[in-house]
């Protein structure tokens, strides 16, 4: 089975609706906005529809797993606000876009059972994309339970370098069996990207969220204890699945996450595209026990709890310091 024309249409899918974020950002994000959170909410609709669009026209017959929902357009949004949305994706697919063709396009492929679903986080990362951090567009395609290719646009991926590229963006991507790749957002050469050589965990660059109340940070301290690692060891934290992007191309060498509240569980689109990255490039995903995620729980993971990405090299370590440190119960 090779799946080179979804792949191909996922990267193109990914650029367009990172472009129409990208649209957004620059005109709807200031610091002196009344609403802080508007400027997400148009862009989760409008890429979110622009994505479903496209998934419409390419796999008519295929499952979208997604956030959003034209209920909630419709009732959370302001006549303003749903016009916003009409208007930029007017202006990213060129022809006059009706509020019922965002509704339908929000739902194409929900509450479908189809063998392949497209899981999909139009943004991931909102805290980011308000901040001038790291977000991505993430699109992953499962097909019988399993992940097997994914794509993350990511506008601010060189953001915070010291020496960033003229393009701050990247696209990263996989397909099952085919390796990882990297581009510049903007276009041009791929290039293949492997995971780091870096056994030793003292050394290791740490990837937690940026976020605090997204990863429990005294399960980070118990486990960097355990792990040896000293006040300097590297660490960094940033939001979205850029997080898997970098240790996929030896930028970070693990990303560990587990939420304060014990009962949480990850839903299925803020992992499955990283996931496959990672897997291509020679790394590993795990829970906290060391369990591969279960992918066909619904739109949570109910059966995993926390995340482990490492080189591979890593993984056994930091899955023992988990253990030792008394988390993995
Ligand atoms: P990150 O950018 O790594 O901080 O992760 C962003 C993702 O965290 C979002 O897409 C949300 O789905 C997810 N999220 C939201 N609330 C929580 C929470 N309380 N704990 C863990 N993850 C969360
Ligand atoms: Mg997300």
Redesign the pocket.
């Known amino acids: 089975m090779t799946l080179s024309y979804e792949l191909e249409t996922a990267k193109t899918i990914a650029r367009l609706a990172a472009g129409i974020c990208q649209s957004i950002q620059d005109e709807l994000v200031s610091p002196s906005l009344k609403d802080g959170r508007e400027p997400v909410t148009i862009a989760d609709y409008a890429s979110q529809a622009l994505i479903g669009h496209a998934l419409s026209e390419n796999f008519p017959d295929d499952a979208v797993l997604s956030?959003e929902h034209s209920e909630e357009f419709m009732l959370l949004l302001n006549d303003r606000q749903r016009a916003l949305v009409s208007r930029f994706l007017t202006d990213a697919v060129g022809g006059y876009v009706f509020e019922e063709q965002v509704c339908a396009w929000l739902d194409f492929g929900k509450q479908k059972q189809a063998e392949r679903t497209w899981i999909v986080?139009p943004i991931?990362?909102?805290?980011?994309f308000l901040g001038g951090r790291?977000?991505c567009v993430a699109i992953a395609l499962m097909i019988g339970g399993e992940p097997v290719l994914g794509a993350l646009a990511s506008p601010g991926f060189y953001s915070d370098e010291d020496e960033p590229p003229e393009d701050h963006g990247a696209l990263t991507y996989a397909m099952q069996g085919a390796g990882a790749y990297r581009e510049s957002l903007a276009g041009g050469e791929r290039e293949p990207i492997q995971v780091s050589m870096i056994t030793d965990p003292r050394a290791a660059m740490l990837l937690?969220?940026?976020?605090e109340?997204?990863?429990d940070l005294s399960f980070i301290d118990d486990v960097s204890r355990a792990l040896r690692r000293g006040p300097d060891a590297p660490r960094r934290g940033?939001?979205?699945?850029d997080?898997y992007a970098m240790v996929a191309s030896g930028m970070g060498d693990m990303y560990l996450?587990v939420?304060?509240?014990p009962r949480?569980r990850?839903?299925l689109?803020?992992h499955a595209a990283g996931c496959v990255i990672v897997s291509e490039a020679g790394g590993r995903v795990t829970d906290l026990a060391g369990r591969p995620f279960d992918w066909t729980t619904g739109t949570r993971m109910v059966n995993n709890r926390g995340v482990i990405v490492t080189n591979r090299f890593l993984h056994n370590a930091v899955l023992d310091a988990i253990t030792r440190s008394g988390w993995a119960k």
Do not use: N, V
């Not at 991931?124 to 980011?128: A, E, H, L, S, V």
């Not at 940033?238 to 699945?241: P, W």
């Open positions: 956030e986080d991931d990362g909102t805290k980011g790291h977000y937690t969220s940026f976020e109340e997204h990863t940033l939001d979205s699945q997080k996450r939420t304060p509240d949480f990850e839903k689109w803020d």
